[in-house]
């Protein structure tokens, strides 16, 4: 007798938030949708917290009063996908999205260290697919700035950037949205 095969059940955005509204995912866990699969990531920890806090104030520096920076909140990007990216640099203010969350962000930011395969194979993937401009990962294990540009929006989960750098400690950059404002690698390092 053969085994039945195994069925993986891919959950659409509409699913995962009334799963939510249910009460089947506690205050604390740290889920969200990844290509319709509900993913679980690692508590924060101290270099982690104070590198998304770092990276937070240093945004908010280059973007200045007309953006929200949003933190672990989640993107509406496509039906099955809700990731909630550590920042993300949304045009006006907490306002303007009373009624629902962002559709896309000026910057996306991901600060990786036990992440770092779901932050550069999935979320970049998802992340280029939805036509974010930008993408930055900080990745604490290596001590880098990884730096994604220009969307090549492909059929999934194939969609990636056509640039990609890592910039060292003592460059600067200027992000794409904010060109005017630069900040060095180091700054961004905890």
């Not at 992340?127 to 969307?151: F, H, K, M, S, T």
Request: glycine share 4%; charged share 25%; aromatic share 6%.
């Amino acid at each position: 007798m053969d085994a039945p095969a195994v069925c993986r059940k891919r959950w659409t955005r509409r699913e995962y938030y009334r799963m939510a509204e249910v009460g089947m995912f506690g205050e604390d866990d740290r889920v969200q949708l990844i290509d319709g699969d509900i993913v679980t990531t690692t508590p924060q920890d101290s270099p982690l917290a104070a590198a998304i806090g770092t990276t937070q104030r240093v945004l908010e520096r280059l973007f200045g009063a007309n953006v929200w920076v949003r933190v672990l909140m989640p993107l509406i990007v496509d039906p099955d996908s809700a990731p909630k990216p550590d920042l993300a640099v949304v045009p006006g203010s907490p306002r303007d999205y009373v009624r629902e969350h962002p559709r896309s962000a000026l910057l996306v930011v991901e600060v990786s260290d036990p992440t770092i395969a779901l932050d550069r194979d999935h979320k970049c993937a998802i992340y280029a697919r939805a036509g974010i401009q930008e993408y930055w990962i900080v990745n604490l294990a290596e001590r880098c700035l990884e730096v994604y540009r220009d969307p090549v929006a492909s059929p999934e989960p194939v969609s990636s950037y056509r640039s990609s750098q890592k910039p060292s400690p003592s460059d600067s950059l200027a992000p794409l949205a904010a060109p005017g404002a630069t900040v060095t690698v180091a700054e961004l390092l905890p």
